[in-house]
């Protein structure tokens, strides 16, 4: 008998009739002689209604209050999808994430899971249950209802996986499997059988939004199997693993796009040192991520420094860079948030020359722009213009040859 934890997305449980069909599928892996934990999300577009709802109250709602909302939404699912197994006569039970003894930090909206204590739910088990659980949300010490960004019912079920001892982690989404790229925005682009857990991070990193990337995290750190796999078909997935990808030889794995990028640039700083971290210590303080840096060479002892976070962070960031601005003497601010990036990803590309050139060149003949580029030892990633993106990912998809068939 086998332990496995499976995971719904929001648009699998949409509506009764979807979790009626999901309660038959987790009811035939029952009757396979499998103890299930089953990790549901939000039904449909529970959560952005919701964020809609609070908006309409404030522009921006404190974020404690809205992780109490909006875990509300994964509740819902959690118990429909208990009574739709209990209709067809089979014993569950649903919990909350603190019911389920996922304990977080207070970081409000993106919290991180500190430790499980699985014990009820073994308990459940031991009983014969089906356990299904509220992705998404845990508990802080002071007994705080927290969210994990959206995506976070990804992480839950592979973070409970990984303290039950599970065989292997499913998530059951609206996709066949991980692509080349987004196959809304390029047909041609081919399932992967598997993928390494390096690989699938850095795509995840960038956008690419099959998975969130803390639960590829969590996979590599516990060689937790992940396999994602559509929720509607009966066909196979792709298998996220640790070991030798089958299909190592090809040295671009898959072309990764995000929207969510706003560019804020420091004009006139005074280059000396401990200027970078007057700057970037009060956003870290603020649980304000920033991805690419990029600073210009100083001129006259002043350089100018961009760098580039979330949207939904650029109403927070302003009005701290513009007070650490006036500390330090810089000339002003400014910001652009209508950029997105695409990155090209594969663990290929570290032992061979001239990944960088083709990207550059390729979007050059598309006549895009780059603004800022940033690099790791298996990704390549420009700032673009985001009316640009999806003619760029199509671009490097060719350019790439990732439309071939194996």
Known sequence: MALIVQKYGGSSVANAELIKNVARRIARRK????????????????????????QEIMEHPPEREMDVLLSTGETVSTTLMAMALESMGYDAVSLSGAQAGIKTDAVH??????GIDPERVRRELEQGRIVVVAGFQGITEEMDITTLGRGGSDTTAVALAAALGAEVCEIYTDVEGVYTTDPRIEPKARKLKDIGYEEMLEL???????????????????????????????VPGTLIHGGVSMEQFKK?????????????????V?????????????????????????????????????????RKDLHKVLPIVQEVCRGIGATDVVTDDKLGKVSVVGTG??????????????????????????????????????????????????????????
């Not at 990790?39 to 609070?54: E, H, W």
């Not at 990764?256 to 006139?268: F, N």
């Not at 971290?277 to 303080?285: G, K, N, Q, V």
């Open 31 to 54: 009757d396979q002689g499998n103890d299930l934990v089953v990790v549901v999300s939000a039904m449909g577009k529970t959560t952005d209604q919701l964020i809609s709802l609070a």
């Open 109 to 114: 909206s993106k919290a991180r899971i500190q």
């Open 204 to 234: 995840a990193a960038v956008g690419a939004k099959v998975l969130h990337a803390r639960a590829v995290e969590l996979g590599a750190v516990y060689n937790m199997p992940i396999l994602v796999a559509s929720s509607f078909k009966e």
């Open 252 to 268: 671009v794995r898959g072309i990764a796009q995000d929207l969510d990028v706003a560019k804020v640039t420091i004009r006139g």
């Open 270 to 310: 005074p280059d000396r040192p401990g200027i970078a971290a007057s700057i970037f210590d009060p956003l870290a303080e603020a649980h304000i991520s920033v991805d690419t840096i990029v600073q210009n060479a100083s001129v006259e002892q002043l350089t100018d420094l961009t760098f580039t976070v979330s």
């Open 349 to 406: 590309m570290t032992t061979a020359p001239g990944y960088a050139s083709r990207m550059f060149r390729t979007l050059f003949e598309e006549g895009i722009n780059i603004e800022m580029i940033s690099t790791s030892e298996i990704r390549i990633t420009c700032i673009i213009s985001e009316s640009k993106v999806p003619e760029a990912v199509r671009a490097l998809h060719r350019a790439f040859e990732l439309d071939e068939e194996e």
